[in-house]
């Protein structure tokens, strides 16, 4: 019964939020030292990309404000940034005004979060097509 009561709680959620943002930053850092590699396994199963193949590359770039070379590495960054900073914002806000969490579904309409994921899997599968090769990371 306890645990019922926590998970799904605003307490959960929080702790959830601020735990995952912390082994994120960790695991950004440790690659930023070469400590660890994150090869896409998709790709060494697969020999094709996926629409994440380079975005830890992109990431690590962007934070170093390389940004031509985050966007060689992975262009769909550019392309999701702006929505992840819209959500980031809004969250915090309306936890500060409101004391509760924002969920992705209440900012973007279902229409959008479907457009969204046409758009990222369209992504996937140009990228391994020859004419669209400039998707693919360097």
């Not at 943002?21 to 998709?42: D, H, K, N, S, Y």
């Not at 770039?61 to 390389?66: D, E, I």
């Not at 392309?79 to 500060?96: M, N, S």
């Amino acid at each position: 019964e306890i645990l019922r009561c926590l998970v799904g709680s605003e307490m959960c959620i929080r702790d959830s939020t601020i735990g995952g943002l912390v082994v994120a930053a960790v695991i950004l850092w440790l690659c930023e030292l070469g400590i660890i590699r994150f090869p896409c396994l998709f790709y060494q199963v697969t020999g094709v990309y996926c629409p994440g193949c380079g975005m830890t590359r992109a990431i690590l770039a962007f934070c170093h404000g390389q940004f031509e070379e985050a966007f060689h590495c992975n262009m769909l960054l550019y392309l999701l940034l702006p929505f992840f900073l819209i959500y980031g914002l809004c969250f915090i806000y309306r936890y500060v005004k409101e004391e509760r969490f924002l969920l992705v579904q209440e900012l973007y309409p279902p229409k959008f979060l479907f457009t969204g994921v046409i758009v990222i899997a369209l992504f996937g599968v140009l990228r391994n097509f020859p004419n669209f090769s400039f998707f693919r990371p360097i």
